[in-house]
């Protein structure tokens, strides 16, 4: 159950948003503040998805509760309750991270609505989250799975110098059209061999070694840079664009164009802002 806050000044509108079936929607209502003193209070002390609150209110007002949310829990959602129009609200609400406008009179349908997308977007952005962290988990640790650490837990450390040339060499030549026959061919082992051999010694196959490698510097490119998918696949040895991003999202569970988005900086226009809260209202 997703959890909400209301906040209000006037007891008609507590009582009426209370009312509402929340729970129907797969939402409750845990915590109720007649000011923006109490509602803070709330913040304060509760985990809770999205804070529906009169933009003015004695003590503090919406506003203020938005900045004050988005520092202490980030991915909850404000949505301010208001009577007025005025352009000015909307412009400061954007820097707080303000997820729109619920304009009075609205319908219980409209209300409801309103708050349920925060919550799948809230959802969204959660899974977004986890998918990041996971790939950041696997990009900070490729290094180390595939490097020396590993590698020198053999009991044969010839041996083990020769697996560190080995991937030394790979990453040093990952941009290449490096293929097993060819790394195989430049340490005179057979192809069979060097296969097995990297397998043994590192618990990964040749090919999961070079495409970490290659995936671990697309994605920085992809954060860094602004190069094209098919630029950046040229970079890192892979030429064919379609399959650099169906490797890519193989490897990470996202496409390159998601991972892209989802690391670059949140950017949205006062326009955008309005068009959004206009959509919502007339749906």
Known sequence: MYKI??????????????????????????????NGVEAQEIIDSQVFDVLLTD??????GGLELAQNLKET??????????????????QRAISLGVYGYILK??????????????????????????????????LDGYEEVIGAKQVLQT??????????????YIYAHYEENLTLSAL?????????????????????????VLTSVRM?????????????????????GIPDERYF????????GITPYEYRKSTAEPKITLEEFIYRIDRENQK
């Open 5 to 34: 806050v209301i906040a209000d000044d006037e007891k008609m509108i507590r009582e009426g948003l209370l009312s509402l079936d929340w729970e129907a929607n797969g939402m409750e209502v845990i915590g109720i503040a007649k």
């Open 55 to 60: 933009i003015k209110m004695p003590g503090m």
């Open 73 to 90: 829990n980030p991915s909850a959602k404000a949505i301010l309750l208001s009577g007025y129009g005025e352009f000015a609200y909307a």
């Open 105 to 138: 009179p609205s319908t219980p349908q409209e209300i409801i609505s309103y708050v349920k997308r925060a919550c799948e977007i809230i959802e969204e952005e959660k899974q977004r989250d986890e998918s990041i962290q996971e790939m950041k988990t696997k």
């Open 155 to 168: 009991e044969d450390e010839s041996r083990s110098a020769d697996i560190q040339d080995i991937l030394r």
């Open 184 to 208: 195989a061919s430049h340490f005179y082992f057979s192809s069979v061999y060097m296969s097995y051999y990297i397998k043994r010694y590192t618990g990964h196959t040749f090919l999961e």
């Open 216 to 236: 671990y510097h697309a994605a920085k490119l992809l954060k860094d840079t602004k190069l094209k998918n098919r630029e950046i696949g040229m970079r890192v």
């Open 245 to 252: 991003g169906q490797v890519f999202k193989k490897t990470y």
